[in-house]
Each structure stands twice: as structure tokens, then as C-alpha cells.
């Protein structure tokens, strides 16, 4: 056992300060300011992409935290970067919020908001804060809060809405992406606002932030948890009116451990009893999307009886955090097993040993998918993020 936790260690910090190079080495825009929008497959750079709010805010918090366990003068220097970048371009100074993309110059292009990539720059707010004590950090930090509760809370009906005009009004396309369905409650997004809150809890402990984490928690277990499958419900309309979907294995696992992270973060008794049961029981669940190899398939379609066989580079990663949580709460081994093969297979076919980071994912076949190394939605947050929380935990 203590072998594989040393071995498990010492591989996450060799593989979180590859990660951070990568993004260090290949990034960093010169011409535009702030991070390149897109590098494809082939490591080739698109510097007139655009640049996403959540990739600039992922990129914050990975360096923030990383700096925090690793202090490097060139993750602090990044973090910066980041923060600046954010504040000078993301931020509406007008309304109070944050453009969902920029164009390559940094005027704004897709100027919604979208509350999902507000609560990520939130989370990545609070860990710059952390540990530089930064007071516009803050001030944004709590600005942006503020902004949610007020337009995006449903005080009536419970929950979160999910995006906003600039001015914030009601918008038609409230879709993340275009594989999701277009409702305005989602598990993905409450998931996201708690994680942001609850770090924000952790630098700023406010009652009012204490009182909407709690909220959370338990509209998440009324409404997101399927007490009897342990997969999460994923979209919803305002009035809570299901509207089946996938099992997204990746979320389920990452759920497992970030909701009880939420409620230690509180320090509420109840529910930490509670989503400590419910985090073994997601672990348990999320056994089924194992393949014999020791990777983690993307999502499984019920309706159908048909699995989406791909691997995506995220589902791993929070397949660590979330199978050695579960070990932590059981002390039983086999989660660790888990663990030690799906690095395994993370190292055979998901790290890009030649030029850096993790490649998308992997199909059936073992074939590459070929989609971005940097971008939209391939940030360093997952994988630096596993690798951080198993030095933390081990």
C-alpha cells in the first residue's frame, strides 16, 4: 500500500510539471497578449483564434494551485498573466460580468454570459488570491458573485439559470456547447457555481456564500443525484422537469468528490455525512464505464443501450481524485488499484510523450481523436488538478 501511494505521488508531480511546461513552452501569446485561442492535434498554433473565458480562467487556477505546492517563479509569473489578462479583457466593467469569447486582438466576440465560465473565473479568482492577496482579484471575485445570485438564482423554484444577454437578459441559446441540450438547469453548471463558491468561501467566508453552498448541495441531491443508479440527471428546465439524457461517466466521478469537498469546505456536518455515502456510491457507479485496459469510456447512452466508446483525456483525471477519495472515506484498496491501472493507460495512450500535455482522447480502436492540445475546452485543469489533489491526498 505505502509503495503505491509513493509511486502514485511521485508520477503525479513529474506529470503535473510536464503538463505546466507544455502550457508554459507553447501558450504563451506574444503577439495578442494573454494565451494562444487554439493548438490543433498536430501542435500547430492558430493565433488568430479566438480565446475562451474558460480556458483563461483554468489557466489561472492550474497555475495558481501548482504555484502553491511548486513554487516556480514561472507559474506565479503566468498567474499573473492570467489574472491580468482577465481583468483587462473578459471582465464587463459595464454590467458586471465576463465575455464568453474574446477575438485574437482581445476585443469581445461572443459577449454572453454564460454562468458556467463565470463561476470558473471565480475559481480561478480565489485561487490567485490564495497566494497573492490580490484585492481586484477579490473585488471581482465578489463582484461576480453577486451578479449570479442576483440574475441567475432562482429563488422561487431553486436552482441556477444558465446564461444571460450581456445586459443581462433572457437569452434563447443557452447551450455550453452543441452537444448539449438547450435547458435552463444544469447539473453541469451547479456543479461548477458550488466548486467557485466554495473556494471563494474558503478566502472569504461570508454567510450569504455559506447559505448559497448549502443551497446547492441540497438542490443537488434533490434533483441531480438518481438515488438509485448513482449517474447523475443532467438537464433540466426551470420547473425541474427532467429531460433524459446520457451517463456521463466523467461528471459522475468528478461529482463524487467535489460536492463532499464543498461541504467540508462549509464544515456542515449533515451534509458531509451525506455526500461522503454518496461519494463511494458514485465511485461504485462509475465502475461501469471501466474497460479492461484500466481506461475510463466517455458516456453511455440508456435509451439506446449504446456506449459513446471513446476515452477522453478528462474523465481520467478525475477518475484519480475521485476513486482515492473514495479510498480515503473506505480505506479500501481496490479504489487505488483503479487508480494505479488508469494511470497505466494514461501513460500508454493519453500523454503526448513526444511534444507534451495529453492528446484529446482515444477511440475504440486506439486510434487518436484528433481534436485540440490547447483550447475551448482542453485547458490544464483537469489533468494538473488530478495530479495536484493526489500529492495533496496521498
Known amino acids: 500500500m505505502e509503495n503505491k ?6 508520477k503525479a508531480k513529474t506529470e503535473l510539471i510536464n503538463i505546466l511546461n507544455y502550457w508554459l513552452e507553447n501558450t504563451i501569446d506574444e503577439k495578442n497578449g494573454g ?25 489561472l487556477w492550474s497555475f495558481s494551485a501548482a504555484y502553491a505546492i511548486e513554487p516556480n517563479p514561472e507559474y ?27 477575438n485574437a486582438d482581445g476585443t469581445p466576440k461572443d459577449t454572453k454570459n454564460q454562468i458556467y465560465a463565470i463561476a470558473f473565473v471565480i475559481y480561478g479568482l480565489a485561487e490567485f488570491y490564495k497566494i497573492f492577496k490580490n484585492e481586484d482579484a477579490l473585488e471581482i471575485a465578489q463582484d461576480l458573485f453577486y451578479k449570479i445570485e442576483l440574475h441567475s438564482r432562482d429563488f422561487e423554484k431553486r436552482g441556477y439559470l444558465e446564461a444571460f444577454t450581456k445586459d443581462w437578459q433572457e437569452i434563447e441559446d443557452l447551450r455550453l456547447s452543441e452537444k448539449d441540450a438547450n435547458e435552463k438547469k444544469t447539473m453541469n453548471t451547479h456543479l461548477h ?4 463558491y466554495a473556494n471563494l468561501y474558503s478566502i472569504w467566508p461570508s454567510q ?6 448549502k443551497e446547492i448541495l441540497e438542490v443537488t441531491e434533490t434533483y441531480f443525484i438518481d438515488k438509485e443508479s448513482w449517474h447523475l440527471k443532467l438537464f433540466f428546465n426551470e420547473n425541474w422537469v427532467e429531460k433524459e439524457d446520457v451517463i456521463s461517466y466523467g461528471h459522475d466521478i468528478e461529482a463524487a468528490w467535489l460536492l463532499l469537498w464543498c461541504a467540508e469546505t462549509i464544515e456542515d456536518e449533515v451534509l458531509i455525512k451525506n455526500y461522503q455515502k454518496y461519494a463511494v456510491a458514485f465511485a461504485e457507479a462509475t465502475k461501469e464505464g471501466l474497460d479492461a485496459d484500466g481506461g475510463l469510456w466517455y458516456e453511455y447512452e440508456p435509451k439506446e443501450q449504446k456506449l459513446i466508446a471513446e476515452k477522453h483525456w478528462w474523465p481520467q483525471a478525475e477518475l484519480w481524485i475521485g476513486m482515492v477519495n473514495a479510498w480515503q472515506i473506505s480505506q479500501k484498496e481496490e479504489y487505488l488499484d483503479i487508480v494505479e491501472k488508469n494511470f497505466s493507460f494514461v501513460e500508454k495512450y493519453i500523454i503526448d510523450h513526444k511534444n507534451g500535455e495529453w ?8 486510434s ?3 481534436k485540440d492540445k490547447a483550447g475551448f475546452w482542453k485547458c490544464p485543469y483537469h489533468n494538473s488538478r488530478a495530479c495536484i489533489e493526489l500529492l495533496k491526498r496521498l
Open 5 to 10: 501511494k509513493i509511486t502514485l505521488k511521485n
Open 208 to 213: 450569504k456564500l455559506k447559505d448559497a453552498i
Open 35 to 59: 494565451f494562444v485561442g487554439e493548438i490543433n492535434f498536430e501542435d500547430i498554433k492558430n493565433e488568430d483564434s479566438e480565446k475562451g473565458s474558460v480556458l483563461n480562467a483554468r489557466i
Open 368 to 370: 487518436p481523436i484528433l
Open 193 to 196: 457555481i458550488v466548486e467557485a
Open 76 to 102: 506565479l509569473k503566468t498567474a499573473k498573466r492570467a489574472f491580468q489578462y482577465i481583468k483587462d479583457y473578459f471582465y464587463d466593467k459595464e454590467f458586471g460580468g465576463i465575455y464568453w469569447s474574446l
Open 359 to 366: 492528446i484529446w482522447g482515444i477511440h475504440q480502436d486506439y
